[in-house]
């Protein structure tokens, strides 16, 4: 399931079933659909904070959030999501980095480290890994 809020979206490429009425969204506080396929709606993020992304399995979103629990040392009970940033989470730059290399061991794959920069939330590592994954 895709999300998409705050934000006035144009859908041209939609399939002919859905008549032109519905291909314009505007002035929604929340608008979900379904997405039936990853190719559908590639990764995308555009400012004003709308992100429509094909979200990662929930099975390597909770491996992700144990790692980082791990790595961090937090809690059991600590409040970890998709959304969480790690440096909310009190992450410095050497916590992700240890992150990372944990996410490497627990999923056999090797992070580049521009990618690695560029990650900053559970979500996006999980979404990272699973790209990797399927190569």
Not at 9 to 29: C, D, F, K, T, W
Not at 42 to 71: F, M, N
Not at 113 to 132: C, F, P
């Amino acid at each position: 399931m895709a999300s998409i809020t705050r934000a006035s979206v144009s859908m041209p490429s939609l399939s002919a079933s859905v008549n032109q009425s519905q291909r314009r969204i505007s002035g929604m506080n929340s608008v979900s659909f379904p997405v039936s396929g990853r190719s559908m709606i590639p990764s995308l993020r555009l400012q004003r904070g709308l992100q429509v992304c094909c979200a990662a399995k929930q099975e390597t979103v909770d491996k992700v959030v144990a790692i980082v629990k791990k790595q961090l040392a937090l809690p059991a009970d600590a409040a970890v999501t998709g959304e969480s940033k790690f440096a909310a989470l009190g992450a410095d730059s050497l916590d992700t980095v240890e992150i990372v290399m944990g996410l490497e061991e627990e999923f056999d794959i090797t992070v580049e480290e521009e990618s690695a920069q560029s990650i900053t939330t559970v979500q996006e590592a999980a979404d990272m890994i699973e790209k990797l994954v399927e190569k």
